[in-house]
């Protein structure tokens, strides 16, 4: 079965300031790999996924991801935060299909993103 | 288009008593996921939905169920509701094949 692991709880930057969350998974094989945000009380918004490909994945608002095999990990990163980027981010992943879970999506715990101005 | 739609938005019921969600997934999307979100737990991932058939189902009790009508449109019942379903129930919708999925608003529900 296939998990995510997002080691970190809770980060705080500066505006302005680089971010990058962290991601590891485990699967046995290539996953299909996505990262979400979600403000208060809201649902999930689609940041941006990895299928297959170039393996550096360019997503909405300024947002990229690395998938690195070797590391089994999937890193989102920012080059300069904006205060209206602080939200909880959860990294998830999919089965291809053929796979038994086909249709579920794997989530990590979250990671609580604050802003400081 | 228009994204995925949940109704109610937010919903109290008192233990044993029983509840219908509904979901209205985007125009051409055939396969509808629901996720139950809570603190403690996160996200899990309850069943989804294609062409009126559950494909896979989360590990979750009986007391969880669903289903999808030709329309695509898709409802969760839970029965005799716990002091532990008080969660956001997420709906996602997707096209076969991509596994690429849109998450609503989400129904808020609180079982006192």
């Known amino acids: 079965a296939q998990s995510v692991t997002q080691p970190d709880i809770h980060i705080t930057v500066s505006e302005g300031a680089s971010l990058e969350l962290r991601c590891n998974y485990s699967y046995g094989a290539t996953p299909y790999l996505f990262w979400y945000v979600q403000s208060p009380g809201q649902g999930l918004q689609l940041l941006l996924k990895?299928?297959?490909?170039?393996?550096l994945v360019q997503g909405i608002k300024g947002f990229e991801a690395e998938f690195k095999r070797s590391q089994s990990s999937f890193n989102l990163r920012k080059p300069s935060v904006h205060w209206s980027d602080a939200a909880e981010y959860f990294c998830a992943v999919g089965v291809r299909a053929g796979g038994t879970s086909y249709g579920k999506l794997t989530f990590g715990q979250g990671t609580i993103l604050t802003v400081h101005p | 288009k228009a994204g995925v739609t949940q109704t109610p938005r937010y919903l109290i019921k008192t233990r044993g008593q029983q509840v219908t969600l509904s979901c209205s997934p985007i125009s051409g999307h055939r396969s509808v996921s629901w996720y139950q979100q809570t603190p403690g737990q996160g996200l899990q991932f309850l069943f989804e939905y294609f062409s009126e058939t559950q494909r896979n189902k989360g590990n979750f009790p009986g007391r969880f169920s669903g289903r999808q009508f030709s329309n695509s449109r898709s409802e969760m019942n839970v029965s005799t509701l716990e002091l532990g379903d008080s969660a956001l129930y997420l709906c996602?919708?997707?096209?076969?094949?991509?596994?690429?999925?849109?998450f609503g608003p989400g129904t808020r529900l609180l079982v006192l």
């Open positions: 990895y299928f297959s490909g170039d393996t």
């Open positions: 996602a919708s997707s096209t076969p094949g991509y596994q690429t999925q849109y």
